[in-house]
């Protein structure tokens, strides 16, 4: 199923006597279509999103070279297995930089949607409310961000391959000989392609340092436009998830899923822009409603985000973080 049909019957009505400090507005992330004024940037993501299954499809079926570079290792004076090895990576590097690559377009798409959700002078829960197709874009985004690097960890052969990559053109340019594969993954974007793999959650990574430079880059525009509009979203992805008489109307587990990921996903850019985090009392997100929607579910479904939370956020280890929010994640 794609990650657009994925998001069915998902927000409702909250009333702020639902959540006490919480929004009072309907998201219709199943039905949204992008109004005249919302279409240039909508289209702008929506040719970047198109593309976002066939990078899941590609990471799904990502098998590695460990076997052929294990022989080619063991067996360093057989040139045909040394061959046979290189033969297996080239065409799986040009694989990693094409999910490297669209991650850049993913970033692009990202502070599109941050400009257009938080501008003046609407307010980021107006913004929302009334820009729906953009904040089920901004939803999509996170959707996907939060599928893609649970596959990554689950596939250690990426690093393994790379590594051995790079070993071997290394050894290669010493030995004067000519590379073709060079022309695609010349050694500056080897350097980059290194960086983000090596990050546990490299697409979170990439949308965490966006949202940083968004309000880095944008200093006229109060801080609390960008803050405000993720602990929107947090907030009615949680109320989604705890109340039974909304999240019965999901069409399926995958809806529930698409939700636990945006809540995850918007806490973990919250934790990254706001200079106090997500996990003080202070916050504008409940991180202890939060994680607990997240313990309600099984285990299977939510160790990837737990995971995400625990070593993707920069503040969760403060000292203002209340001990019993740390031992939740522990």
Known sequence: MSCRNQMGNLLKVLTCTELEQGPNFFLDFENAQPTEGERKVWNQVNSVLQDSESILTGLQGYKGAGLEIRDAIQNPNDMSLQERAWNSVCPLVIKLKTFYSFSIRLEEALKSLLKSLTCPPL???????REQALAKQFAEILHFTLRFDELKMRI?????????????????????MNLDIENEVNNEMANRMSLFYAEATPMLKTLSTATTNFVSENKTLPLENTTDCLSTMASVCKVMLETPEYSSRFSSKDTLLFCMRVMVGVIILYDHVHPNGAFTKSSKIDMKGCIKVLKDQPVDNVEGLLNALKFTTKHLNDESTPKNIQSMLQ
């Open 123 to 129: 307010t980021p829960t107006q913004h929302l409310e």
């Open 156 to 176: 250690p052969a990426i690093q393994n391959d790379f590594s051995y990559y790079r070993r071997t053109i290394s050894r290669n340019r010493i030995n004067n």
